[in-house]
Structure formats: C-alpha cells, structure tokens
C-alpha cells in the first residue's frame, strides 16, 4: 500500500488552529487586562469575527480532511480518527480536485455512503511545483482508474 495522502496534515488541523485561537485569545486577554477593550469594543468585536471565520473556514476546508488514505489497487484504505474503512473503487461515483486551496484537496462522491459519508475528502501528497495550474498527479491516476473501475462494475 503507497499512501496518497499529505504527512503534514496534522499541522493543519491541530497545531494551526491552536496558533490561530491561541493568539486570539492571548490578544482579548491583553486588551482587556491593558483596559484597552473598555475604551474601544473593536479590541474585542474584531478577535470574535476573527475567531468565527476562523472556525467556519476550517470546518469547511480543514477539518473535514481524513487523516491518512492509502492507495491498494482496486481499493482505498482510509483512517480518520481511529476509524478504517476499506474503500473500493468500483463505489466512487466522482473525483474532483482543488487545485487553488491551501491545502490542496481531492474528493470522493460515493456511490453507497460509508462509515466517512457520501464524500470523503483528503489532502494529496503534492511536489513542489512553480506552475500554479499545475494537475495533482494522484488526482488524475485516482480519475482514470475510478473511471476503469466503473466500466467494469457495470458489465
């Protein structure tokens, strides 16, 4: 099994987001400590703004990455939290890829919904690239062979 998906994902679901909140919370704490936030309610309107676009942005982009996919053939092997799944790819329905996110992404419509959903979404392994159009490589291969797999399903 060859694992497709990003090493580094766990500084962008666990340690970012402790940095983000984490500098927040220290700049309301500073501001109400100073009086700061007594004189102006900006010092603390605009951390709370922050911090509510900060958790919708990574609940829609982030967190609902899974942690590790490995590629095994006609098959996906996926772990999120504890939790495996053996994912055919004779039950993806469609591959689409982000190539303008940070992190980039690729996600599965599942035919049958499994334990992850309908869609489950995962950050590929990347090289480095300068060509910002550039296709993911994982993205492709996993399209062409979803699409293989489909044909042989429906014979």
Same mark, same amino acid.
């Given at each position: 099994?060859?694992?497709?998906?990003?090493?580094?994902?766990?500084?962008?679901?666990?340690?970012?987001?402790?940095?983000?909140?984490?500098?927040?919370?220290?700049?309301?704490?500073?501001?109400? !400590?100073?009086?700061?936030?007594?004189?102006?309610?900006?010092?603390?309107?605009?951390?709370?703004?922050?911090?509510?676009?900060?958790?919708?942005? !990574?609940?829609?982009?982030?967190?609902?990455?899974?942690?590790?996919?490995?590629?095994?053939?006609?098959?996906?092997?996926?772990?999120?939290?504890?939790?495996?799944?053996?994912?055919?790819?004779?039950?993806?329905?469609?591959?689409?890829?982000?190539?303008?996110?940070?992190?980039?992404?690729?996600?599965?419509?599942?035919?049958?919904?499994?334990?992850?959903?309908?869609?489950?979404?995962?950050?590929?392994?990347?090289?480095?690239?300068?060509?910002?159009?550039?296709?993911?490589?994982?993205?492709?291969?996993?399209?062409?062979?979803?699409?293989?797999?489909?044909?042989?399903?429906?014979?």
């Amino acid at each position: 099994m060859q694992r497709i998906s990003s090493k580094s994902l766990f500084i962008t679901k666990t340690i970012f987001p402790v940095i983000w909140f984490g500098f927040l919370g220290f700049f309301v704490f500073d501001a109400v !400590m100073n009086g700061a936030a007594t004189k102006d309610p900006l010092f603390l309107i605009v951390p709370c703004v922050m911090a509510v676009f900060g958790f919708v942005m !990574m609940k829609k982009m982030v967190w609902d990455l899974v942690d590790e996919v490995y590629d095994d053939g006609d098959s996906l092997f996926i772990k999120n939290r504890g939790v495996e799944e053996r994912l055919p790819l004779s039950n993806v329905m469609n591959v689409s890829a982000s190539i303008f996110m940070n992190p980039p992404r690729i996600s599965l419509r599942l035919v049958t919904p499994g334990k992850f959903g309908s869609v489950v979404s995962f950050s590929p392994v990347t090289p480095f690239s300068l060509n910002p159009f550039a296709k993911n490589a994982v993205a492709e291969d996993l399209m062409v062979r979803v699409d293989q797999a489909r044909l042989q399903r429906s014979r």
